[in-house]
Each structure stands twice: as C-alpha cells, then as structure tokens.
C-alpha cells in the first residue's frame, strides 16, 4: 500500500508569491489534514478535509485555503507569502477519524525569502 | 491557546535506562491521546495512542499512562535504544468536533 505522497518536497518562493501543496493520501483515506511545523510551535493545524468538504479549520489567516478532491488528493494554497510562512507543511491522511493512527506524508520544506 | 502542552523541549537518557515524556492538556473533552514519534527530514509516524477511558496501554517497550484528574499523560520507553532518538509528539483528539492538537514536542536524545 502506498504511503502519502506531498509534492513538492522542497520549495523556495519569494515574499508575495503564492504556493500550492499537493498531497495524496492512501489509497481509500478520506479524510486529510494539513499542519504546518516550526521549530518551537510544533504542529499547528491547518484544516481537515474530508469527503471534498472542508469539516475543520485552525486559526490561520485566509491566506492559507485548501481544497480536496473526489479522489481524496488535497492541495493547500498559501497567497501573498511572508517570511513568517517560511516551515515544513505537513499532510496526513486517515479513514475517517482522526482518533485513529494518522499517516503522515515527508513534508514539503517551503522557505520564502 | 496551547491546549496541548509538552513543558519539557529536550530530554537526554543513557541506552538502556528508561525515558520518560511528559504532556499536559487542558481541554476536557479530548477522549483520545496519541504519541508521534518524528525523525528530521521525515513526517511523524504513529506510536501508540490511549483511551481516555484507560489508565494505561502497553505496546512493547512503550507505555503510555493516562492521569484523567490531573490531564496528564506520560510515554515510557523501556529500555531506551540509539534509534529511539528523536522529536516526540503528543496529540490529542477532540471528541465531536474531531480535530487533532500536537503538541509542541520534546527532543529525546538516547546516549550509547
């Protein structure tokens, strides 16, 4: 069974640019959610996805939107990029619940300069 | 709002001696617990994870206990090897609304 998959892996975009992440999820997971990793903040969710429909949301700005598709895969999009933007997104993908094991992807390192 | 608090950013344990990670919650209507272990350059990969209508759940080496009244959760790992050197997460799961809260993890660093 293939693992999630996150495209790019590594990302370098100039402030004021906008970026989009791709993430496919196992094969038969509907539910995807997205966290973006810093160092000393840890994991800070971004939303969840599940059935192509938005079902929770963190509290990043509206710069950062995503959406899913009837296949599962997920992108995440990130407009007028800061600095601050600058971290390791993540996606994992589960059946249905999160209670349950979640897989994550290997990240896409995005940095904005 | 850090609903999901891990106090101690790193930890250093001699190989074969135990490990102890520590997390603090304070929402009252998380019903489940997970441990996430991450390596760099990798995405966190499940480690075990606990009811919150347990005390505790065993898994090899690893052990999670879970103290309800005092939202408290810890991981042991015993005996500790080289290759458990890594960041350690906990989340916790929100019953209904079924969000998933890291926190913000503590570095283990094994010493041979």
């Known amino acids: 069974k293939a693992g999630v998959t996150q495209t790019p892996r590594y990302l370098i975009k100039t402030r004021g640019q906008q970026v989009t992440l791709s993430c496919s999820p196992i094969?038969?997971?509907?539910?995807v959610s997205w966290y973006q990793q810093t160092p000393g903040q840890g994991l800070q969710f971004l939303f969840e996805y599940f059935s192509e429909t938005q079902r929770n949301k963190g509290n990043f700005p509206g710069r950062f939107s995503g959406r899913q598709f009837s296949n599962s895969r997920s992108e995440m999009n990130v407009s007028t990029l800061e600095l601050g933007d600058s971290a390791l997104y993540l996606c994992?993908?589960?059946?249905?619940?999160?209670?349950?094991?979640?897989?994550f992807g290997q990240g896409t390192r995005l940095t904005v300069v | 709002d850090q609903q999901v608090k891990q106090n101690s950013p790193s930890l250093s344990v001699q190989e074969g001696r135990i490990s102890i990670l520590n997390c603090d919650y304070t929402n009252s209507m998380f019903d489940y617990f997970l441990w996430y272990k991450k390596y760099p350059a990798e995405g966190p990969t499940f480690l075990i994870s606990i009811s919150s209508i347990k005390d505790k759940n065993e898994d090899g080496r690893f052990t999670v206990f879970l103290n309800k009244s005092a939202k408290h959760l810890s991981l042991h790992i015993v005996p500790s090897q080289p290759g458990d050197s890594a960041v350690y997460f906990c989340?916790?799961?929100?019953?209904?609304?079924?969000?998933?809260?890291f926190g913000t993890g503590t570095r283990l660093t094994i010493i041979p």
């Open positions: 094969s038969g997971h509907r539910s």
């Open positions: 994992a993908s589960t059946p249905g619940h999160l209670n349950t094991e979640a897989f």
């Open positions: 989340a916790a799961h929100h019953f209904g609304n079924e969000k998933l809260t």
